[in-house]
């Protein structure tokens, strides 16, 4: 079974907005840090944001710092990234991962992941 499980993703015209949604197979896995990174063709999978259990602790990339917002309603298990303002750079496939633990940017500290969810920006 998948622990997670993203969607909301799609085509969408640079300046235009999404909102990607990720939802928790498992209880368990909501009470810790939910992020979302984000692997565009031919390059390596980057971080994009994360919060924490409680939603005191939140970390973006400086690449989408003012335009993306994470949050999440632990009551549904679910984890949001409202994405404004798109570029054609932000085109790639998202990912939501999960971990017990603070807020991180770095992939391999992220035992859960979901399948991905495409996203197209065009120009």
């Known amino acids: 079974q998948v622990p997670l499980i993203e969607s909301g993703g799609g085509l969408v015209q640079a300046g235009g907005s999404l909102r990607l949604s990720c939802i928790a197979s498992?209880?368990?896995?909501?009470?810790?840090?939910m992020g979302w990174f984000r692997q565009a063709r031919g390059k390596e999978r980057e971080f994009v944001a994360a919060i924490s259990y409680g939603g005191g602790i939140i970390k973006y990339a400086d690449s989408v710092k003012g335009r993306f917002t994470i949050s999440r309603v632990n009551a549904q298990i679910t984890v949001y990234l409202q994405m404004n303002s798109l570029k054609p750079e932000d085109t790639a496939l998202y990912y939501c991962?999960?971990?017990?633990?603070?807020?991180?940017?770095?992939?391999?500290?992220?035992?859960?992941w979901g399948q991905g969810t495409q996203v197209t920006v065009s120009s």
């Open positions: 498992e209880r368990t896995l909501s009470r810790g840090t």
């Open positions: 991962a999960a971990r017990f633990g603070t807020p991180s940017d770095y992939d391999p500290d992220y035992p859960y």
